[in-house]
C-alpha cells in the first residue's frame, strides 16, 4: 500500500465528519449496486391498476401515477445518479488538475491567456450554460458529462492552480528544472504528490454540486428521460400529486438528499484535517 493511500486512510478516520459522510456515501453506492436483490419489481414497468397506493406491505414507499413501485425506483434511481456523477466529476477534476497544473508550472502567457477564458466562462450561469449545451446537443448521460465538465473545469482549475502555485517555488521543483525534466514529469512526480489533499477536497465537495446539477436537470426535463428511474425526474413526475402519495416525491428527495450530505461531511471533514482552506486556494 502506497504512502498517499496510508495517509489519507488515517486523515480518514481521524475525522469523525469524514468518517460519517464516507459511509453515508458507501452505504449509497452498495444500494444502487444491489438493487435487482433488494426489490422485485421493475423499475420501468407500471400497473395501471396500482397507480397512487400509499405505502403498504407489498409496496413500502407506495405507488406512482403509473403504478411503478416508488422504492424501486428510488434504489434504481441511485445508480444513475451516482453513475453520471462520478464520471462527470472525474473528468472536471481531472482536466482541471492538469490545466491548473500546468498554468502554474509555465506561467507568463499561457497562464495569463488561460485565466481570461476561465474568467469568461465563469461569467456565464452554471445552469444556464448547461440548459445551452444539453438542448444543443441532447440530454444523452454522455453529453450531461462533457456539459458539466464544461461548466466546472474553470472553478477546479482555479483552485488548483492556487495550490500548485504554493508548490512551484519549492526547491525540489527548482532541482527537477535544472536537471533538465520536462513540464509533464514535474507535475507528475513533483507537484500532483504534494497538492492531493486539495485535488480529493476539490472532488468530494464537486461530487456533491455536480449531484444536484445533475437532478435540477432532470427535474427541469433536460436530463434523463422517462421512464429512466432518477431522483429529479421522479420528483417531476410526481409534484402533482404529492398531496395524495406524498412519498412518490418525498422519497426521492430525501434519498437525493442523505447523498448530498455524505458528500458535504466527506469535503468538510477531510478540508479540515488536512487543513485545506478552500477559499484561499481559489483566490
Known sequence: MS????????????????????????????????????????????????????????????TDQYGRDVLTRVLYGGRYALGVSAAATLLTVALGTVLGCAAALRGGRLDDALMRVLDAVLSVPSILALLVIVTALGSGPWVIVLAIAVVYVPQVTRVVRGAALAVVPADYVTAARAR????????????????????????????????????????LGFGANPPTPDWGLMVAENRTAITVVPMAG???????????????????????????DRIREGS
Open 3 to 62: 504512502t498517499a493511500v496510508i495517509r489519507t486512510w488515517r486523515t480518514v478516520r481521524s475525522s469523525r465528519a469524514a468518517t460519517i459522510g464516507l459511509a453515508i456515501v458507501a452505504v449509497h453506492v452498495v444500494v444502487a449496486l444491489l438493487a435487482p436483490l433488494l426489490t422485485s419489481y421493475a423499475p420501468t414497468v407500471g400497473d395501471s391498476s396500482l397507480a397512487l397506493l400509499g405505502p403498504g406491505a407489498d409496496h413500502w414507499a407506495g
Open 250 to 276: 418525498l422519497a426521492p428527495i430525501i434519498a437525493l438528499a442523505t447523498l448530498v450530505v455524505g458528500l458535504n461531511l466527506a469535503a468538510d471533514g477531510l478540508s479540515k484535517a488536512w487543513g485545506v
Open 180 to 219: 533538465g525534466e520536462g513540464i509533464w514529469p514535474i507535475l507528475r512526480r513533483e507537484v500532483l504528490p504534494n497538492i492531493t489533499d486539495v485535488v480529493c477536497v476539490e472532488f468530494a465537495m464537486r461530487a456533491s454540486w455536480v449531484v444536484l446539477l445533475i437532478s435540477s436537470l432532470s427535474f
